[in-house]
């Protein structure tokens, strides 16, 4: 079991930039050993994959509209991951969660996740 806890998202206007963080933890299984993604579910909309870190942090992905603005990264002493994000945009607003897979090659699905955070809102004026 996993517990994941987003914080840093907020409300800032189109150009500004955010950074969310997502603390994990684990009584079973090390924070290292899991991929981990941010997803974000704008109203009325379906979730979408935004990004993905592998357990070293040596891969990463991203949606495309994010690619050049977003990145992701992790601290695995500090059981955290990050998300920076740059020239924001009002069609960026969403609200973000974290995720964690147990796979080592982190996924861009949902269903390649096991463990899902809350979620925090990002709101994005223009």
């Known amino acids: 079991q996993v517990q994941l806890v987003e914080s840093g998202g907020g409300l800032v206007q189109a150009g500004g930039s955010l950074r969310l963080s997502c603390v994990a933890s684990?009584?079973?299984?090390?924070?290292?050993?899991?991929?981990m993604g941010w997803f974000r579910q704008a109203p009325g909309k379906q979730r979408e994959f935004v990004s993905a870190?592998?357990?070293?942090?040596?891969?990463?992905y991203y949606r495309g509209s994010v690619k050049g603005r977003f990145t992701i990264s992790r601290d695995n002493a500090r059981n955290t991951v990050y998300l920076q994000m740059n020239s924001l945009k009002p069609e960026d607003t969403a609200v973000y969660y974290c995720?964690?897979?147990?796979?080592?090659?982190?996924?861009?699905?949902?269903?390649?996740?096991?463990?899902w955070g809350q979620g925090t809102q990002v709101t994005v004026s223009s």
């Open positions: 870190i592998s357990w070293t942090g040596g891969t990463t």
């Open positions: 995720a964690a897979g147990g796979k080592p090659v982190a996924g861009t699905a949902i269903h390649d996740y096991d463990y």
């Open positions: 684990s009584r079973s299984r090390s924070f290292s050993n899991y991929a």
